[in-house]
């Protein structure tokens, strides 16, 4: 097939899921982060793929993302990460879970939920045990156990925090402390409550590095898509996407002659140069230009010239056996995302999501 596309591998998939399932033990729940459409893939494939797998929870980031799924025919339960007063409508209409991540929402959640009737109404506390990013803070407790007792619109179903450092070994000393003011607040609610939240803190480097910390339930976003933020762990995993592309056009360029826009590439010597239909608007950011980035043609690296354009980029071939028509692949299989990142001091994250939505997504079953 010789266009741009992301091809998504559910065999792979299917693979990671086994993985990473078989360091958890049976009784803890398993929830996928499908957010950002399914980190850069297609969030309705893979979850209702994981779905048929048997997996617990979703994760997403936004409302909108949950009700993306819930109108693909996602039944499982779905945990929104990141709501605003102004999604509400969306949450509650598609039977969403919010997270509560400080008073202000914590209030306005209960009255918009109250205002509609609503009881037992499952939601998420969230708290902040040193990222400072999004959550309460240890001292919110007896606030939060207050306005618990006196509300039946809603119901905690679970108690998280989230790890700042959890595949680096160097910080093992703070995600331990994390750990334990985590199971500290957990505890506090747990002898408080007359019922029973589940808990969780674990994403995917956690899962690996932290099999103490998994309490009931752990969030696996990276490692479901293949990349386990170490090489040990990226050699056990499968990528699940595959960005590829194609060669449109081969050219002789002479000495002195420039690539691209700018001028901004120089040839020094007799060089041939495929121009690649792929550029900035689909995600391979302008910084991997200028020889930084590559693309992989036939096993070999060749290297981006110039800079990178909209729609198009071209990488130099002199020594690369390849003709018109010929595959290229970005990352994924064969090439891998990490490393094609590091070479902008990047990580697989940040490339696998910013593939846009105008690289047409193909799923391999
Ligand atoms: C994105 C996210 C995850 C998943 O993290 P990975 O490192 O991709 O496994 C888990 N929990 C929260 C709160 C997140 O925002």
């Known amino acids: 097939m010789g266009v741009t596309r992301l091809e998504i591998d559910l065999k792979a998939l299917k693979h ?11 009784n803890i729940k398993m929830m996928a982060v499908v957010k950002a459409f399914g980190y850069g893939s297609d969030a309705c494939e893979i979850a209702l793929f994981l779905e048929k797998l048997g997996v617990d929870y979703f994760a997403v980031a ?41 008073a202000r929402v914590f209030k306005e959640f209960s009255a918009f939920a109250k205002a509609q009737q609503q009881k037992n109404y499952p939601v998420h506390l969230k708290f902040n045990t040193g990222l400072n990013r999004l959550g309460f803070w240890e001292n919110d407790t007896d606030w939060i156990l207050e306005r618990l007792k006196e509300t039946t619109t809603i119901k905690v179903a679970s108690i998280f925090s989230h790890l700042v450092a959890s595949e680096d070994p160097k910080e093992r000393e703070f995600t331990q402390h994390q750990i334990a003011s985590f199971t ?27 099999p103490e910390a998994q309490f009931d339930m752990v969030r696996a976003g990276i490692g479901l898509y293949g990349y386990g933020n170490s090489p040990e762990e990226d050699a056990h ?8 592309s194609v060669i ?43 020889g930084k980035g590559y693309v992989t043609i036939n096993g070999q690296k060749a290297p981006i010239v110039g800079n990178v354009c909209m729609d198009m980029l071209m990488v130099n071939i002199t020594d690369i056996d390849c003709k018109e028509g010929d595959d290229v692949v970005v990352f994924g299989k064969g090439a891998s995302a990490v490393d094609l990142s590091a070479t902008i001091h990047s990580i697989s994250y940040e490339l696998l999501t910013a593939v846009s939505q105008r690289v047409k997504r193909v799923v391999l079953r």
């Not at 990671?16 to 049976?26: G, T």
């Not at 799924?69 to 039944?75: F, I, M, P, Q, S």
């Open 16 to 26: 990671n899921y086994s993985y990473l399932r078989a360091k958890v033990a049976d």
């Open 62 to 102: 936004y409302a909108d993302e949950g009700e993306i799924l819930r109108k693909a025919g996602v039944k499982t339960p779905i945990l929104v990460l990141h709501p605003q007063p102004d999604n509400f409508n969306i949450i509650i209409e598609h039977c969403l879970e919010p997270s509560l991540y400080s």
């Open 184 to 210: 500290k607040i957990a505890a506090t609610f747990l002898t408080s409550l007359d019922y029973t939240p589940f808990l969780h803190q674990s994403n995917t480097s956690a899962i690996i590095n932290y």
């Open 237 to 244: 995993l499968q990528p699940v996407a595959s960005l590829i």
């Open 248 to 290: 449109s056009q081969i050219h002789a360029i002479e000495p002195g002659e420039s690539v691209g826009y700018n001028r901004a590439y120089k040839a020094t010597h007799y060089e041939k140069t495929a121009t690649i239909p792929i550029g900035h608007a689909d995600g391979i950011s302008r910084a991997y230009g200028q």
